[in-house]
């Protein structure tokens, strides 16, 4: 009776963990990807314009955003990509933290294989 309970412990404990690093990969990810998120619109405004990109010239584009559209609008776009970016950065961490145990000891070689693993699962199962 206490071996089925260790058992049925430790399975609880292994999808728990599964269940956390999904969870984890997802918030992670959509903080990331909100705090560079003015970074992206601006780039996509140079994007689609005729205006060549100069690195002095961005504390005015976000100058111009904030006066003609409010602050708010530094983040135009983001909830749809929070959307997309949950589950792929859930997933890519998941699968990523799940292979370093799989491939204990690790070695560059062994990460790489983690990692390209991670990502490319990630992506097939979010696009």
Same mark, same amino acid.
């Given at each position: 009776?206490?071996?089925? !309970?260790?058992?049925?412990?430790? @399975? &609880?404990?292994?999808?728990?963990?599964?269940?956390?690093?999904?969870?984890?990969?997802?918030?992670a990810?959509?903080?990331?990807?909100t705090? @560079?998120?003015?970074?992206?619109?601006? $780039?996509?405004?140079?994007q689609? %314009?005729? %205006?060549?990109? $100069?690195?002095?010239?961005?504390?005015? %584009?976000?100058?111009?955003?904030i $006066? !003609?559209?409010?602050?708010?609008?530094?983040?135009?776009?983001?909830? @749809?990509?929070?959307?997309?970016?949950?589950?792929?950065?859930?997933?890519?961490?998941?699968?990523?933290?799940?292979? &370093?145990?799989?491939?204990?000891?690790?070695?560059?070689? $062994?990460?790489?294989?983690?990692?390209? !693993?991670?990502?490319? @699962?990630? !992506?097939?199962? %979010?696009?």
């Amino acid at each position: 009776m206490g071996m089925s !309970t260790t058992t049925s412990s430790s @399975v &609880k404990v292994g999808s728990h963990s599964k269940v956390n690093s999904l969870i984890s990969g997802g918030l992670a990810g959509m903080l990331a990807k909100t705090i @560079v998120a003015p970074l992206d619109r601006i $780039k996509i405004i140079y994007q689609v %314009t005729n %205006t060549r990109f $100069k690195l002095r010239g961005v504390p005015e %584009t976000v100058t111009r955003i904030i $006066k !003609t559209e409010g602050v708010s609008a530094l983040w135009k776009g983001n909830s @749809v990509m929070m959307v997309r970016v949950f589950p792929y950065a859930g997933i890519q961490f998941m699968v990523f933290d799940s292979l &370093k145990t799989y491939f204990s000891p690790l070695t560059p070689q $062994k990460t790489l294989v983690a990692g390209s !693993t991670a990502g490319a @699962v990630s !992506t097939i199962a %979010t696009y």
